[in-house]
């Protein structure tokens, strides 16, 4: 079936504006995780929506970041006033949210910021 | 606060070779522990998920350990391949089944 799936694929913007990612999750799956990948570095986790429940906010790193998730399903990861240090892939994962908890990841939006 | 080091950071063998890649946790209460593949400018693939109850996991030539007294994982890939090539992360999750924490990855190069 179909993967989690990321637009855009790229973006570049320029210093100040905001920009909104977005992510569609594999269908049933009731948990959805949004990351940050700097140049050379690790994942950083960002946000994690399990149903209904209150999202899990602790890794927003600012707050110019934030997220919603509506009908829970499809996500939108939405940065404010955006800086050259937001340049970043932003990669969505989502998974079932009981036994493994196994996370599939989308291919990820290249964000660069002028 | 989980921390997650993986060591080496970089690590380059011959093709055919077997090799391991080393992942460790500082807070033994996990749920899970997943390996990933990235390959430059892709998102991550899934290879391997070990439950906390869980000692192994084996899928083709990747096998993964789990040790959570000791707070750490290994993953070992038999007769390496070029195709091989690739960053390789581990993530763990707390044993609330929410946060997941990335290690910084090792990045591999099998050499033909």
């Known amino acids: 079936g179909a993967g989690v799936s990321q637009s855009p694929s790229n973006k570049v913007t320029e210093k100040g504006k905001d920009v909104e990612l977005r992510c569609d999750p594999i269908?049933?799956?009731?948990?959805l995780y949004w990351y940050r990948q700097s140049l050379g570095q690790g994942l950083e986790f960002l946000i994690y929506?399990?149903?209904?429940?209150?999202?899990?906010k602790s890794g927003l790193p600012s707050d110019r970041f934030s997220a919603e998730r509506t009908g829970g399903s499809v996500s939108t990861l939405t940065i404010q006033r955006t800086q050259q240090e937001d340049s970043a892939v932003y990669l969505c994962?989502?998974?079932?949210?009981?036994?493994?908890?196994?996370?599939?990841f989308g291919p990820g939006t290249r964000l660069t910021v002028t | 606060k989980q921390e997650v080091t993986q060591i080496p950071a970089a690590l380059s063998v011959p093709e055919g070779e077997n090799l391991v890649l080393n992942c460790s946790f500082t807070?033994?209460?996990?749920?899970?522990l997943q390996w990933f593949r990235q390959d430059p400018g892709k998102g991550l693939t899934s290879l391997l998920l070990i439950q906390s109850s869980q000692r192994e996991q084996t899928s083709g030539r990747l096998n993964a350990s789990l040790d959570k007294s000791s707070g750490r994982s290994t993953l070992y890939i038999a007769a390496s391949q070029p195709g091989d090539s690739a960053t390789y992360l581990c993530a763990v999750r707390g044993s609330s089944a929410s946060k997941i924490i990335f290690g910084s990855g090792t990045r591999l190069s099998i050499r033909p």
């Open positions: 269908s049933g799956h009731t948990a």
């Open positions: 994962a989502s998974s079932e949210a009981r036994d493994s908890y196994e996370q599939y």
């Open positions: 807070d033994s209460a996990i749920y899970n």
């Open positions: 929506f399990q149903g209904n429940s209150a999202p899990d």
